[in-house]
């Protein structure tokens, strides 16, 4: 009888110590990320994020540009002489997108995170201009009234990025770094586009029967640029984008030119004065019929265009709302003169486990 117990507790025993080195072997039960067993041994693998996630996020953006290179190629026709950056003067670009960001990432190490994102938005880009042409002196010799216009676009973003994040208790650090590319039909060319950040904040839970209910509120700064120096390329009509422009400019110049002969046509005018004058109508003329002659109002017009955001580093605001290791609430804002940055979305996150684990 006795060895009836003794040989089932064996058996108990070595059950026990089986299944005890499996679950070792198996301490932490999905694919990623690499090292996950290694957070396990030191009782921290509760702290760990479901490994991948997918996310949906609305985003709605402004920014001011600045148009440092403009070229304009009509029928062949270089008129860069008369139009150009400083003769269009443009006194204000800014561009406004809005649309749906969507996210698929992985943690591939526990403290590095890697994802692609894919986007489409609408928007549009808000030009102001106020031709204005000087003479050899600086003076100006003709100004037109300011142009706007909204020219409104579609556009499709890929990119992919990665995450590093340092936690301490419940403080935490994070920097990312993404890079994308935006395809519209206004240019030929892809933009390219590089966002660099750091966000630190702390985690405050909301449940002392669920962990993983918590709020993590933070702050952080953002640096946005294009990339690429070479600018990009389009194609405008500019009768479409300013349907008066080609009124306005032979009034006004006409109208200038008939002010300065009714000066230099008085007797009581300086020598000087009529002599400067003459010259500033003969510029006028030259510059309506070079604008006119290039046929710049009526036909479709190919461009080469660089722009800098006015503003390329600003500071964030933002939170992480967890409901449950699945579900997650975010949102970041960010807003000044010269950038304005809103992003609110839902994140739903899950494991895939190793082989044998159920």
Known sequence: ?????????????????????????????????????????RGMADQLQLPFGVNVNYVNAFMDLEITEFGLDIAGKDVSNILNVETLNFTNVAATTN?????????????????GLFSTVTGGTMVSLQPTWKDAEGEIILQLPEFSSNVEFDAMTYGIGTTLVFGW?????STDFNYSRTNTALLKEQVGYATLSARAGYRFGLSKNNKDFFLAPYLGVMYRDFVGADGNSGQ??????????DMTFNETVDDKIASNQAIIDDPATDPKVKIKLQAQNQALTTIEETVNDSGI???????????????TTTFQMGFNLQINKHWMFRGEYSLSDEQR?????????????????N
Request: glycine content about 6%.
């Open 1 to 41: 009888m006795k060895s009836n117990y003794l040989l089932a507790f064996t058996v108990l025993f070595l059950s026990l110590k089986s299944f005890a080195q499996v679950q070792d072997s198996i301490s932490y039960p999905y694919v990623l990320p690499i090292w996950g067993d290694k957070v396990a041994e």
């Open 99 to 115: 649309g749906l960001n969507l996210r698929a990432d992985a943690w591939i190490l526990p403290f590095m995170n890697v994802y």
């Open 169 to 173: 208790d419940n403080y935490f650090l």
């Open 236 to 245: 405008i009509g500019l009768d479409e984008v300013f349907p008066d422009l």
């Open 297 to 311: 109002f009526t036909t479709k017009i190919d461009y080469n265009i660089k722009k800098e955001i006015a503003q």
């Open 341 to 357: 940055f809103i992003m609110t979305g839902l994140q739903y996150r899950f494991g895939i486990k190793k082989k044998g684990v």
